[in-house]
């Protein structure tokens, strides 16, 4: 599983203060750049919340009639809300090893001000939108983008309709949540997940107590 908040290098500065009102225990901070962007990947090691996560109400209802959480816990959506609202543009992640479960969270200003989850039921949100299923009506084209990504991955032309022929299994879903979220954040077309954890494990570590 990989919980990680993300944000560019440029905001480290409110890191710590942010860190300070959202976590307790063990953090590891690792920071990879792309496309000339620097940016960190902030997971937890022993680590509690201090508060609980704050949601849109119909997001809440919606994880109670289908039993169902869209984040392990609180540890990402309360760091998240805490770093947004010091100034940055903030992702929320989180993915099963095999990404059939998945959830990107942006936070702006303090709140949630999207999200996209894949898991036993799918579901897409944002303030203007309300509720939806990821990657319907005007993202249907980034879904076939993502497609042919997918497609090109296994090496096989013939699947470059991939994406629309499993728009309801879950690893496909799962991995175009990503991509497009990913692509959003570095600037470039992200490696695949199991190559990006791979570096995230790798990379230079900073540790930090809070």
């Known amino acids: 599983m990989v919980e990680w908040v993300l944000v560019r290098s440029?905001?480290?500065?409110?890191?710590?203060?942010?860190?300070?009102?959202?976590?307790?225990?063990?953090?590891?901070?690792?920071?990879?750049?792309?496309?000339?962007?620097?940016?960190?990947?902030?997971?937890?090691?022993?680590?509690?919340?201090?508060?609980?996560?704050?949601?849109p109400d119909v997001l809440t209802d919606w994880g109670e009639i289908n039993e169902e959480r869209l984040f392990p816990g609180d540890l990402a959506p309360v760091l998240a809300e805490e770093l947004s609202g010091l100034g940055a543009d903030?992702?929320?992640?989180f993915a099963e090893l095999d990404l059939r479960a998945t959830t990107t969270g942006w936070y702006r200003k303090g709140a949630?001000?999207?999200?996209?989850?894949?898991?036993?039921?799918?579901?897409?949100?944002?303030?203007?939108?309300?509720?939806?299923?990821?990657f319907d009506g005007t993202r249907r084209g980034v879904g076939a983008q993502v497609g042919r990504r997918i497609a090109?991955?296994?090496?096989?032309?013939?699947?470059?309709?991939l994406f629309d022929r499993l728009d309801g299994q879950r690893l496909a879903v799962g991995e175009a949540i990503l991509t497009t979220a990913l692509h959003r954040l570095f600037g470039e077309t992200p490696?695949?997940?199991d190559e990006l954890r791979g570096r995230v494990a790798t990379a230079r570590t900073e540790r930090v107590r809070v």
Request: hydrophobic share 50%; no cysteine.
């Open 90 to 93: 903030v992702l929320a992640l």
């Open 152 to 161: 090109s991955l296994v090496g096989d032309e013939k699947t470059a309709g």
């Open 191 to 193: 490696p695949p997940m």
């Open 10 to 55: 440029e905001h480290r500065g409110v890191l710590g203060a942010a860190l300070a009102k959202a976590w307790r225990g063990d953090v590891v901070v690792v920071e990879l750049v792309f496309a000339a962007t620097g940016v960190l990947f902030i997971a937890p090691g022993a680590t509690t919340a201090r508060r609980a996560a704050r949601w």
């Open 112 to 134: 949630l001000v999207e999200l996209e989850h894949v898991g036993a039921s799918q579901v897409a949100w944002s303030p203007d939108g309300g509720l939806g299923r990821p």
